[in-house]
C-alpha cells in the first residue's frame, strides 16, 4: 500500500491506556496526519497535559520514530497512566484546538430505524473519541436513506479537523 499522508500534524487516538512497572504510563492507537519520534514532547487533549515520549513500539519491536497509519504503543514520561483514558488524543504541543462543534454532511443508512431530528442525542465516533451530542439538522429531519447538513454540539470537547470522517451512532437505549 502507499504511505500514509503525513502533513506534519500527528494525532493518536487513545484506545487502551495501562501501566507498567519500571516504565510508567502507556497508550496505544493508531498513528494518523504525521510522525511521532522518541524523546519528542506531545500534548494530552482535551486537557492541559504534556509527556515525553519514552519508547515507541510497532507489533512488540523497539522504533526510533513511527509514521503515519502505524499501530503503536507509546511509552510516555512524565504523566500517570490515571491522567488519561481512552479517546484522548496524542498531539503536537502547537496542535492542542479541540472542538465542541461540527458541520458535517450525513448520509443516514437505509436500515436506520429512525430519522436524525432536530436536537436528537448522538454519538460521534472518531479515532477512539466517543463524545455524546445533540444534532441540528439544516433544514428538515434527514430520514433513513437520506442525506443532508447538519451541526453537531458535542457535551465535551473533542479533537477533530476539517475532512474528518466519523461515524455518527444513536446512543444505546
Known amino acids: ?98 472542538v465542541e462543534r461540527i458541520w458535517a454532511h450525513v448520509s443516514i443508512l437505509s436500515d436506520a430505524r429512525q430519522p436524525l431530528e432536530h436536537q436528537r442525542e448522538v454519538l460521534i465516533m472518531l479515532g477512539a473519541a466517543e463524545p455524546a451530542g445533540l444534532a441540528f439538522p439544516l433544514g428538515n429531519d434527514i430520514p433513513p436513506g437520506g442525506e443532508g447538513l447538519c451541526e453537531f454540539r458535542l457535551k465535551e470537547p473533542m479533537k477533530a479537523r476539517l475532512k474528518d470522517r466519523f461515524v455518527l451512532r444513536w446512543p444505546t437505549p
Do not use: W
Open 1 to 98: 500500500l502507499p504511505p500514509r499522508r503525513d502533513i506534519g500534524r500527528p494525532r493518536l487516538y487513545i484506545d487502551r491506556v495501562f501501566a507498567m512497572a519500571g516504565r510508567g504510563a502507556v497508550v496505544t492507537g493508531t498513528l494518523i496526519d504525521g510522525s511521532f519520534t522518541v524523546g519528542q514532547t506531545v500534548a494530552i487533549v482535551p486537557g492541559d497535559l504534556t509527556a515525553r515520549i519514552r519508547e515507541l513500539q510497532i507489533h512488540k519491536k523497539v522504533v526510533d520514530c513511527a509514521a503515519p497509519g502505524q499501530r503503536l504503543a507509546v511509552n510516555l514520561a512524565g504523566i500517570e497512566a490515571s491522567q488519561l483514558s481512552r479517546g484522548q488524543c496524542l498531539a503536537a504541543p502547537n496542535d492542542t484546538e479541540t
